[in-house]
């Protein structure tokens, strides 16, 4: 067995628990080993059993004097009763239908176990217990042979039909088969840091001799993961450092002249990052900058003021948008932005495409797909916004100077350069702009302050969303309210967590939702419904009518979009809550509350949990996604605010980015490797990590 063994070919895992780990990011026996307990339970001291007392969690060691299973309560409840005794003494134990234990386990055997001691109608008992037998002949504690017991044990998250009992006897089973490993990290840095090896990391990290060796794997492995993003960080970053860019001056006057242009006064957030881009296209080097801020904190007009600058120098503008429906919203509103600036902007998607041409500043001309590329070449048209469809026809822009991406997640570096393939030899700046917040200590310790701008500040006049979770007796007030909002013209947005109702119906469901809201409590509405089953068309043509307010109400999953404009909605009502992440939540709620009117987010959940409900309650509380992603990462680390799926970067590394010292120290060390510029000739595996990271980086 090694790393990339596939997990099919591991014994004890059939195609039952291949699905349920595969639903974990779990494929092959790296990813296994690479799934790292959640926490510890030191079980490592025995106690002797005439120490034990009720009320206590102890874990002793003896011979099984007697078992049998028993059954009570008209044959349906199964108690497997046994009696174990040490050197010191004899103790009752206690298993609730457990029924196959009275099999597991037989008189004779030794046994160590693990549980709480209680008082009940039986008397003093063990209650309920985890076991394991003693299969050498020795009491010896802590046991190395022992997994669930008499030694410290891992707990794993888990997850439906997963049980950490199932993850311990499977994890101990392949690190015992796994063949020799090729360490992944240089030799001097294992040295200087004193890290244990690969393979015995691996070991301590699920299996601890100690908490202390526990604790010593886990800085390996999170300093393993932050050195290789640094690595690659710092060398994309010197990369780009000696290519080249056409630098755009910046004038100071035509940016008074479009400020004064605009219907609003630009908020002081607005006006320092636009203040930051303009002065990196000054440079002669292509800039990289993530523009973050909230959903509806304005960052559209500040890549507008990039686009005009960069017209005004003779260079075109590449807009990248998600879908289609925000390619057009951007098309109308950079389009009125810049409407007084004499320049013509284009509109390519799939479908009809059209541009502004400065003759009609206020009117559109459809032209056909050649005509537009032809003028793209030829440098005609100022700022091209679009779809993936700019990459996908291969647009050639006669010259372009500067690409923005809106709302990918992502950099955009490789669509920059797939862009890019015009004449000219130079690269374009790079703006990328996104509604995700990923918390500012956080962004600073990985990327420091030279790419990031954030637009942490509302235009004024915004009001607060009021954010409610609601008690279920109370639900029929939520839907009294939203009658009245569509009764006066306003839409409103259900989320939920699934499209098909699941087995065991406690998630609320899409088609059901649907089903129910539609045709028996707002009958007399346009009730529609969103998943993301139905085809790209058809999920397009619902948005643009619930755009055009010919929908009341949508039932959706997660898959409406970021950044869509509905003017009209003001009730985002979001059932099972708790089923999403706190990002989510946050993103959600942005769809509504883009204007003066008063707007409301309703959270439904049936969860009871402690965990649960300070999150939610963060919701009600906090409005802003920067400090929403700041509590989260205090509160639990990273979790789903900059998880993987966001950010490219492994959720492991994302837990320990926080700790400045270590991103430090991994800094350091990756800078000293790339001086040397030894490490990616001599070390295959990390030149192979390196370009994983790149291309998660750098793909969709
Ligand atoms: P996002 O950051 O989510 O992309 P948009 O750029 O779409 O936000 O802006 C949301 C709305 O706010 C737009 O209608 C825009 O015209 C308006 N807006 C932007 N900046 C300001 C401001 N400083 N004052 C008032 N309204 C603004
Ligand atoms: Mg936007």
Redesign the pocket.
Known sequence: MNFSTPLSEVPRIGPVYEKRLKKLGIETVRDLLFYFPRTYENLSRITDIKEIKEGGDYCVAGNVLQIQERRTFRKRLSITEAVVQDKTGAAKVLWFNQPYLSQALAQGDKVCLAGRVVRGKEGIYISNPAYEKIRNSQFAIPNYELTHVGRIIPIYSETTGISSRWLRSLMKMVLAQLEELQETLPEKILKEKKFPLLKRALWQIHFPDSLELADGARKRFAFEELFFILLFIISERQKIASVKAPPIPFDAALMKRFTDS??????DA?KKSAWHILKDLEKPRPMNRLLE???????????AMAALSAAKHGLQTAWMAPTEILAQ?HFK?VGQ?LSRFNLTIALLTGKSDRFISPKLPNDFIEVSREKLIKMAVQGKIHVVIGTHALIQEKVRFGNLGLVII??QHRFGVRQRSELQKGKTALVPHLLS?T?TPIPRTLAMTIYGDLDLSI?DQM????KKIITKIIPPPQRIHAYEFLEKQMQTGKQVFVICPRIEPSETGEMKAVKEEYEKLSKEIFPEYEVAMLHGKMSTRTKEDVMKKFKRGKIDMLVSTSVVE??V?IPNATVMMIEGADRFGLAQLHQFR?RVG??EIQSYCFLFTESASAQSRKRLKALERLESGFELAEMDLKLRGPGDFVGEKQWGIPDFAMEHIANVKLVEEAREAAKQILEQDIALKKYPLLRQRVQELREKLHLE
């Open positions: 605009l219907p609003f006064g630009l908020t607005q801020g909230d959903v509806g904190s304005g960052k559209t007009v500040v890549g919203q509103t932005f809106d709302e702009m509604a637009v235009p004024a006049g915004r970021v950044g404009d942005g883009r204007r």
